[in-house]
């Protein structure tokens, strides 16, 4: 039987509080204001209705929730999952208002997530889910109000199904209202790849202050999705050697190096990199705990805890996922003196590439790629340097410690100019 404790310590919600809270002692921050900090501002909860190809009526639980506004209109993406929950998408709402202010970036913090598996839907019924989805909700979105992006699941397709039905019943022509559109209705083709060049740049920053570089250097990517897949090519680009690979059905270690586009391949054609011909089959939480240089777990959270911390091998690990470590993980890793660049850093490319998107949406479409190619980069390594100087200052603290207290006392200021605490 499963204990409270246990149950407790896998809930995001719960995580991100308790890091909140380890914040909000460094800063001095009183009670009332950690718990404005920690409270959504709005949470709204849908009922979303199909009719299925077999002509009965299929019935999925949604959510969205508006964390913080402090700073500007609600960021954050929309995820497809059959083990979305309210708590999941509040503490993810949260590491995006977290996330935006360390990167400067004028927004707050959102998320969504509807709870379905949408292998299970056809096309049609996808779209469907989409358009509902957005039917319940357009009120409350808009490229000044809550501006929706992908995430685990969802894709510039569904962006644009988005797009188009809330085109439709709001009568506003707001491209800015969502980002990762294609390219035809307002979309930047950096915007497909850009967390992952965000994290594989950030990654050699980092490497650069605790390896002595990234050429040469053993990765691992738990996690074969859109992010970790382009964050192969990128490493490999770099000069550094992917050894390990996953998806939700297992992964594959070769220390010869596997081949990116060979995998992307096998992947594409049988679902899995599991067939990948070379190499030793290993579970996710082989691959956590084997030997590397860098491990990106960029799957989903709560993948390292107390109780894998101790075994991960890793001299440098950089966050793909949101929340992919538990706070009992991050003290265990902090005495094995293991620096974590956290989430709200490392997987930030996706967010200021949907900036980019949307302020590009707002200019009249003036930004060509290089531009916004050079606009990421430069921004995730201003935000590096704010953390690593911040990490110097106070001495005994981690990585994600200095980033958060940069980004929470950004956003403290932000509501105390606005009278809000």
Partial sequence: MTSVEEVLSSNLYTQQVKKLYKIGDILGLHEDELQALSTPERVLQVKIQILSKDGKIRTFTGWRSQHNS????????????PNVTQDEVIALSMIMTWKNSLLQLPYGGGKAGIRVDPKTLSKQELEMLSRNFIDALYKYIGSEIDVPAPDVNT??????????????????IDLGAFTGKPVELGGIAVREYSTGLGLTHTAKIAAEKFLGGIEGKTVIIQGFGNLGSYAAKFFTE????????SDSKGGVLDYNGIDVDKALEIKAKTGSVIDYPDGKKVSNDELLISDCDIL???????????????????KLIVEGANG??????DEILKEKQIPV????????GGVVGSYVEW???????????????????SRMERAFDEMYKKYNKLGDQDLRTSAMVVAVERVIKAMKSRGLI
């Fill in 70 to 81: 402090a700073l500007g209109p609600y960021k954050g993406g929309v995820r497809y999952h």
């Fill in 155 to 172: 894709d510039s397709q569904i962006m644009a199904w988005f797009l188009d039905e809330y085109n439709k019943i709001s009568g506003k």
């Fill in 238 to 245: 770099l000069g550094a050697k992917v050894v390990g690979i």
């Fill in 296 to 314: 990106v777990p960029a799957a989903l959270e709560n993948v390292i805890t107390k109780y894998n911390a101790p075994k991960i091998k890793a």
């Fill in 324 to 329: 992919p470590l538990t706070a009992d993980a």
């Fill in 341 to 348: 660049v956290p989430d709200i850093l490392a997987n930030s």
């Fill in 359 to 377: 302020a590009n949406n707002k200019m009249g479409e003036i930004i060509e790629d290089e531009e916004a190619r050079k606009l990421i980069l």
